[in-house]
């Protein structure tokens, strides 16, 4: 594995929550991303336009915080245990879909099949059967 980062997912409050940890982390965001800004989400109500689909912080070189605004209708009511998912990047197709497959299989769920993804890299989302939410990557496509 590359990378292994922690991505959260809040109610609607993403950008404080990052303005915060900016603060704490005494870094600065490398990557904001709204809904609206972004060409392949279709049907993105107009009050969720101006939510943030994804937000980068670095704490370390290696180490980065990274999170969404949970948008109704776009992804699952947030709740405790569903607001964060642990996102590790591979070093090659072959590990990413080893990984996946592991995570995903044996009572596990895949919640977004790996693939490459409209906005780059392959990527995909899975459960595992301990209730762990994942996201596993390359950083471009496969």
Not at 31 to 38: A, C, L, V, Y
């Amino acid at each position: 594995m590359q990378l292994v980062h922690i991505y959260l997912n809040f109610a609607g409050n993403t950008e404080e929550a990052f303005k915060f940890y900016e603060k704490v982390f005494g870094t600065r965001i490398a990557m904001k991303q709204t809904f609206g800004d972004t060409p392949f989400m279709k049907g993105v109500p107009e009050g969720a336009k101006n939510k943030l689909m994804h937000i980068q912080l670095p704490i370390t070189e290696m180490v980065h915080l990274m999170g969404s605004d949970a948008v109704e209708g776009l992804s699952p009511p947030l709740k405790a245990g569903n607001n964060f998912h642990v996102s590790v990047v591979a070093n090659d197709k072959a590990e990413a879909d080893r990984v996946f497959q592991a995570l995903s299989g044996d009572g596990g769920k895949v919640t977004m099949p790996i693939a490459n993804a409209p906005w780059g890299p392959y990527f995909g989302m899975c459960v595992d059967r301990f209730g762990t939410q994942w996201m596993v990557s390359l950083p471009t496509p496969a």
